[in-house]
Nanobody, 127 residues
Framework: QVQLVESGGGLVQAGGSLRLSCAAS????????MGWFRQAPGKERQFVAV????????DYVNSVKGRFTISRDNSKNTVYLQMNSLKPEDTAVYYC????????????????????WGQGTQVTVSS
């Protein structure tokens, strides 16, 4: 079983920054592609970013490209999401997810591509 614990959410003004962290335990972290999703009230859970097992490949939803950066530290079993130039439309609960795969450069963008999910952390951006 894998446990994923997100942290770093909070309230920030538009234009500000936050860094989310997701600490993983239970299985070999470097065997998982790691993703971030978000869900705003009344909306579907949306893909935000993903990083491959080694960190060599990343992918982002268009709306965050150039503002968000996903990274990972396999020695700390942690994935990060640096969020800059935040906008009110970034307000959501942010979830990290793990996809255990034998493919080194696998970077899934859909919910069905992930095996484990965290409980989420709230990000609120005020205008």
């Amino acid at each position: 079983q894998v446990q994923l614990v997100e942290s770093g959410g909070g309230l920030v003004q538009a234009g500000g920054s936050l860094r989310l962290s997701c600490a993983a335990s239970g299985r070999t972290f470097s065997n998982a592609a790691m993703g971030w999703f978000r869900q705003a009230p009344g909306k579907e859970r949306q893909f935000v970013a993903v990083i491959s097992r080694s960190g060599s490949s990343t992918d982002y939803v268009n709306s965050v490209k150039g503002r968000f950066t996903i990274s990972r530290d396999n020695s700390k079993n942690t994935v990060y999401l640096q969020m800059n130039s935040l906008k009110p439309e970034d307000t959501a609960v942010y979830y990290c997810a793990a996809s255990y795969t034998s493919y080194v450069n696998y970077t899934p963008r859909t919910r069905s591509g992930y095996d484990y999910w965290g409980q989420g952390t709230q990000v609120t951006v005020s205008s």
